[in-house]
């Protein structure tokens, strides 16, 4: 089973895809973790990658996909695989269905976990994070017991400048302008199944299960 999740920045889909993985016994990729480990192990593609990065620039999409192809070559994807934060745009797309093409698979889902932009910003904004140990709360769902106070290490808590309401909007704007056209792409190509991303958690899931079947 080879799915994509598709989402907004702070929709929960990273949260689901790894769930999908468990349940599924298929390996959790995200284009992160590939360009890590590329360029831990000195690849070559990885040495590649890291000329771009270095620079601050975007990998180019044959690039980033050669990397993808080359990871779900491994063993682990034989029974399939979830990938999460790849393909972001329609060329990406398109590069990774001529890619799957000469290996004779295809996207059997993509999973578009759904939530209004004023939720994501609300979701993201009420994130705090300690510095010190890595602890995250929300002032909503999953407050600290002292008021911006780690319980962990009793640090003082922050909101991230990623977290802000006003960088969230600006991250929201990217990802409707170049993400969401994926959407009609794979709903042409009839693999495309939409999510409530608004419910708990464990709806959620279970309701992805019963698209994906047990």
């Known amino acids: 089973m080879k799915i994509i999740m598709l989402g907004a920045p702070g929709?929960?889909?990273?949260?689901?895809?790894?769930?999908?993985?468990?349940?599924?016994?298929?390996?959790?990729?995200?284009?992160?973790?590939?360009?890590?480990?590329?360029?831990?192990?000195?690849?070559?593609?990885?040495?590649?990658?890291?000329?771009?990065?270095?620079?601050?620039?975007?990998?180019?999409?044959?690039?980033?996909t050669n990397l993808l192809v080359d990871r779900i070559k491994d063993a682990d994807c034989e029974n399939g695989y979830v990938l999460?934060?790849?393909?972001?745009?329609?060329?990406q797309a398109e590069c990774l269905d001529r890619a799957?093409?000469?290996?004779?698979?295809?996207?059997?889902?993509?999973?578009?976990?759904?939530?209004?932009?004023?939720?994501?910003?609300?979701?993201m904004s009420g994130r705090r994070a300690c510095l010190s140990c890595g602890a995250t709360y929300h002032?909503?769902?999953?407050?600290p017991k002292a008021e911006n106070v780690c319980d962990a290490c009793g640090s003082q808590l922050v909101l991230r400048d990623d977290d802000k309401a006003?960088?969230?909007?600006?991250?929201?704007?990217?990802?409707?302008a170049q993400t969401q056209p994926l959407i009609d792409y794979y709903t042409e190509k009839g693999v495309l199944?939409?999510?409530?991303?608004?419910?708990?958690?464990?709806?959620?899931?279970?309701?992805?299960?019963?698209?994906?079947?047990?």
């Open 84 to 91: 999460d934060g790849f393909p972001r745009t329609i060329p």
């Open 100 to 123: 799957l093409e000469g290996l004779g698979e295809k996207i059997d889902f993509a999973v578009n976990v759904e939530v209004p932009d004023e939720n994501i910003i609300r979701r």
């Open 193 to 214: 199944a939409q999510v409530d991303g608004t419910q708990e958690i464990d709806k959620v899931f279970s309701d992805i299960v019963a698209i994906l079947g047990e």
């Open 11 to 64: 929709a929960g889909k990273g949260t689901q895809a790894k769930q999908i993985a468990e349940k599924y016994h298929i390996p959790h990729i995200s284009t992160g973790d590939i360009f890590r480990a590329n360029i831990k192990n000195g690849t070559e593609l990885g040495k590649e990658a890291k000329k771009y990065m270095d620079q601050g620039m975007l990998v180019p999409d044959e690039l980033t």
């Open 139 to 143: 002032i909503q769902y999953n407050p």
């Open 166 to 176: 006003e960088t969230v909007k600006k991250r929201l704007d990217v990802y409707h």
